[in-house]
């Protein structure tokens, strides 16, 4: 297995939240387990390069591509991503890394190959099937939640969802924090509807508006999360949508939010 895909701080965090193996049969048994360690250098190495399923080997990673995929489909429907993502948020609340009063929304499009959940015509692609990714980050940039829509869903339609998938954030004594005080928008979020939902939950939209001039001074704090979108798009597995169940997807998505958080860990440290 190639060490530098699961490191040891990535992997004592992993740990404790993947699902207990199945118990072996004693007659029959068949072939040993594949170790969980290598079944997560497996999907990093996808993760991180986008190759195919099929093209991931033992002899590379330690793992083929179909145990990896397997493995990435149980550990997705026993919510390992979202709560490994919500841990390290909680990290990083700790050690005085997150600035949850300001945060930006924003989205960006992805071309999907195959159809699926969550597939639609691309506005910005010539209505080709795409899909569109949904962000939200706290005032360093540090992504909070990410979302899947449709590429034909127009931004303003997920943002209360968005907010919603933001996890309860611990770390410090009192109530955990999930809401932010402020909101910074561009011009696809301009509807006084959700300004009047977003003070309805005790939260400032700042919005820039439609037909306005250029120069409101959002940029000077939304960039944050266009850079964001950049360190999400390294992963090459998100430039382009292969997966057909929407679930995977979005677990890889979450997967390498959670990669990000520990980045700014180590930064940090």
């Given at each position: 297995?190639?060490?530098?895909?699961?490191?040891?701080?990535?992997?004592?965090?992993?740990?404790?939240?993947?699902?207990?193996?199945?118990?072996?049969?004693?007659?029959?048994?068949?072939?040993?387990?594949?170790?969980?360690?290598?079944?997560?250098?497996?999907?990093?190495?996808?993760?991180?390069?986008?190759?195919?399923?099929?093209?991931?080997?033992?002899?590379?990673?330690?793992?083929?591509?179909?145990?990896?995929?397997?493995?990435?489909?149980?550990?997705?429907?026993?919510?390992?991503?979202?709560?490994?993502?919500?841990?390290?948020?909680?990290?990083?609340?700790?050690?005085?890394?997150?600035?949850?009063?300001?945060?930006?929304?924003?989205?960006?499009?992805?071309?999907?190959?195959?159809?699926?959940?969550?597939?639609?015509?691309?506005?910005?692609?010539?209505?080709?099937?795409?899909?569109?990714?949904?962000?939200?980050?706290?005032?360093?940039?540090?992504?909070?939640?990410?979302?899947?829509?449709?590429?034909?869903?127009?931004?303003?339609?997920?943002?209360?969802?968005?907010?919603?998938?933001?996890?309860?954030?611990?770390?410090?004594?009192?109530?955990?924090?999930?809401?932010?005080?402020?909101?910074?928008?561009?011009?696809?979020?301009?509807?006084?509807?959700?300004?009047?939902?977003?003070?309805?939950?005790?939260?400032?939209?700042?919005?820039?508006?439609?037909?306005?001039?250029?120069?409101?001074?959002?940029?000077?704090?939304?960039?944050?999360?266009?850079?964001?979108?950049?360190w999400l798009h390294q992963f090459k597995r998100h430039r382009t949508r292969y997966e057909r169940r929407a679930d995977l997807h979005q677990g890889l998505l979450e997967l390498a939010c959670g990669v990000i958080c520990l980045r700014r860990l180590r930064t940090a440290s």
């Amino acid at each position: 297995m190639r060490a530098d895909l699961v490191s040891d701080d990535l992997w004592e965090r992993v740990v404790p939240l993947l699902p207990p193996a199945p118990a072996r049969r004693r007659r029959h048994p068949g072939r040993p387990r594949v170790p969980d360690r290598a079944a997560l250098a497996g999907i990093m190495y996808v993760l991180r390069t986008g190759v195919a399923w099929r093209d991931v080997t033992a002899e590379s990673v330690g793992c083929a591509g179909v145990t990896a995929w397997r493995r990435l489909r149980d550990w997705t429907e026993a919510a390992v991503w979202p709560r490994l993502h919500a841990a390290l948020l909680s990290e990083l609340r700790r050690a005085d890394l997150l600035d949850l009063d300001d945060c930006a929304v924003d989205g960006s499009h992805v071309r999907a190959l195959k159809r699926g959940d969550h597939v639609g015509p691309s506005p910005v692609d010539r209505g080709r099937p795409g899909s569109k990714h949904h962000l939200i980050v706290d005032r360093l940039g540090t992504p909070l939640a990410v979302t899947l829509a449709g590429g034909i869903r127009h931004d303003v339609t997920q943002l209360l969802p968005l907010l919603d998938a933001v996890p309860l954030i611990r770390g410090l004594r009192g109530r955990p924090r999930r809401r932010p005080r402020r909101l910074y928008a561009d011009r696809g979020y301009d509807f006084d509807k959700y300004r009047r939902l977003l003070w309805k939950r005790g939260i400032k939209p700042l919005i820039a508006r439609r037909g306005v001039a250029h120069g409101s001074g959002l940029g000077k704090v939304h960039w944050v999360v266009e850079r964001a979108f950049a360190w999400l798009h390294q992963f090459k597995r998100h430039r382009t949508r292969y997966e057909r169940r929407a679930d995977l997807h979005q677990g890889l998505l979450e997967l390498a939010c959670g990669v990000i958080c520990l980045r700014r860990l180590r930064t940090a440290s």
